[in-house]
């Protein structure tokens, strides 16, 4: 079970870091076509070839560890890749971190040690296939629902003008969009299941075929949520949905089940709270800060902040560090565009 972990924390660290990688090289590429001057420019950038790399490895890793585990021990840990990605951005890419963010980390880390702790590995010894069609018309009927009220809600703005932030609109984008990622990571450990029972091998590459078609119309409702809203509700709406999203398809259509043993169920729930109280945290922390007393705000308010407010402009360390974005991403995003994120 911990090599599960490991190779989880591995992957979804290579798929965050890889994009952050990739984001950085695109800033000096033209937006990415066939044609073969464009193709020559992104293969000769060494930064975003690294990033492309580090991203399908990370991509790899999580088929592996998808391979060997349950989906409720993988997807929550996968979710664990946006503190993955804070911890890269401070060290490397020198970002300023506040005390929130590392105790979002912190608890995220507890969190995966509790799910390495408490999860155990299952035997699948049969699909419930019967429940797979109950599982699929749940997901639509769902998607359903959320575009009409989708629908009806730009419909009222659009009559009432509302302006300001559309709330409803970043909500249900996250929510789909997260969905789909959690899906993606059951299709793909049906893909392994199947192939061990005994089914051709062909449903192995087929799984993961369909998965990474889940994973991109899932990246395309994220980017529609980005572009309309603030990535921090979009990005805390698809964190947790995933995780949600693929422990419960995980039960449904793979027939997981909780830990029997008390003190093995108890620390995997534990590990799914921090998991998912961490990324909330992490996400929100800067405008948590915000509405705290000043006393407090000054205390969260790391070392590096401090020391990073009162440089000045003109010394050798003063300077402007390298422009960084910072992309929230959750787990199993198999393939990206640079241009989508460039845009």
Same mark, same amino acid.
């Given at each position: 079970?911990?090599? %599960? &972990?490991?190779?989880?924390?591995?992957?979804?660290?290579?798929?965050?870091?890889?994009?952050?990688?990739?984001?950085?090289? /695109?800033?000096?590429? !033209?937006?990415?076509?066939?044609?073969?001057?464009?193709?020559?420019?992104?293969?000769?950038?060494?930064?975003?070839?690294?990033?492309?790399?580090?991203?399908?490895?990370?991509?790899?890793?999580?088929?592996?560890?998808? %391979?060997?585990?349950?989906?409720?021990? @993988?997807?929550?840990? =996968?979710?664990?890749?946006?503190? @993955?990605?804070?911890?890269? %951005?401070?060290?490397?890419?020198?970002?300023?971190?506040?005390?929130?963010?590392?105790?979002?980390?912190?608890?995220?880390?507890?969190?995966?040690?509790?799910?390495?702790?408490?999860?155990?590995?299952?035997?699948?010894?049969?699909? *419930?296939?019967?429940?797979?069609?109950?599982?699929?018309?749940?997901?639509?009927?769902?998607?359903?629902?959320?575009?009409?009220?989708?629908?009806?809600?730009?419909?009222?703005?659009?009559?009432?003008?509302?302006?300001? !932030?559309? @709330?409803?609109?970043?909500?249900?984008?996250?929510?789909?969009?997260? +969905?789909? $990622?959690?899906?993606?990571?059951?299709?793909?450990?049906?893909?392994?299941?199947?192939?061990?029972?005994? $089914?051709?091998?062909?449903?192995? !590459?087929? =799984?993961?075929?369909?998965? #990474?078609?889940?994973?991109?119309?899932? $990246? &395309?409702?994220?980017?529609?949520?980005?572009?309309?809203?603030? =990535?921090?509700?979009?990005? /805390?709406?698809?964190? &947790?949905?995933?995780? #949600?999203?693929? @422990? #419960?398809?995980?039960?449904?259509?793979?027939?997981?089940?909780?830990?029997?043993?008390?003190?093995?169920? $108890?620390?995997?729930?534990?590990?799914?709270?921090?998991?998912?109280?961490?990324? +909330?945290?992490? #996400?929100?922390?800067?405008?948590?800060?915000?509405?705290?007393?000043?006393?407090?705000?000054?205390?969260?308010?790391?070392?590096?902040?401090?020391?990073?407010?009162?440089?000045?402009?003109?010394?050798?360390?003063?300077?402007? *560090?390298? *422009?960084?974005?910072? +992309?929230?991403? %959750?787990?199993?995003?198999?393939? /990206?565009?640079? /241009?989508?994120?460039?845009?």
């Amino acid at each position: 079970m911990w090599e %599960s &972990v490991a190779l989880t924390l591995a992957g979804t660290a290579g798929n965050n870091i890889g994009k952050v990688l990739q984001k950085k090289g /695109t800033l000096i590429l !033209p937006p990415l076509s066939l044609k073969l001057k464009v193709v020559k420019a992104y293969a000769s950038n060494q930064l975003w070839i690294s990033g492309f790399l580090m991203d399908m490895c990370g991509a790899a890793l999580m088929l592996t560890a998808l %391979s060997q585990a349950p989906v409720s021990v @993988v997807q929550p840990i =996968a979710g664990c890749g946006l503190a @993955v990605l804070c911890v890269f %951005s401070h060290f490397y890419l020198k970002e300023v971190m506040n005390g929130l963010d590392w105790v979002a980390i912190t608890l995220a880390g507890l969190g995966t040690i509790g799910v390495g702790v408490g999860g155990e590995e299952q035997k699948v010894d049969q699909i *419930p296939l019967l429940n797979i069609p109950w599982l699929v018309l749940s997901v639509v009927i769902l998607f359903v629902l959320l575009n009409t009220w989708l629908h009806m809600y730009k419909k009222q703005r659009r009559e009432q003008e509302l302006t300001g !932030p559309e @709330v409803i609109e970043e909500i249900i984008y996250g929510l789909e969009s997260g +969905i789909l $990622f959690g899906i993606s990571s059951v299709i793909s450990k049906m893909g392994f299941v199947m192939s061990e029972m005994g $089914f051709p091998k062909i449903v192995v !590459p087929a =799984a993961i075929s369909c998965s #990474v078609c889940c994973s991109a119309v899932g $990246f &395309v409702y994220q980017t529609r949520g980005l572009k309309h809203g603030r =990535a921090i509700v979009v990005s /805390t709406c698809t964190s &947790v949905a995933s995780i #949600v999203s693929g @422990v #419960v398809a995980g039960m449904i259509a793979l027939d997981e089940h909780l830990p029997k043993a008390p003190t093995a169920r $108890f620390f995997l729930l534990l590990g799914w709270f921090f998991i998912i109280t961490g990324v +909330i945290l992490l #996400v929100s922390s800067t405008r948590l800060i915000a509405r705290l007393p000043r006393p407090v705000q000054k205390f969260l308010k790391s070392n590096l902040e401090r020391t990073h407010s009162i440089r000045r402009p003109g010394s050798a360390r003063g300077k402007d *560090p390298i *422009p960084t974005t910072t +992309i929230h991403t %959750s787990s199993l995003h198999l393939l /990206t565009s640079p /241009t989508k994120e460039k845009a």
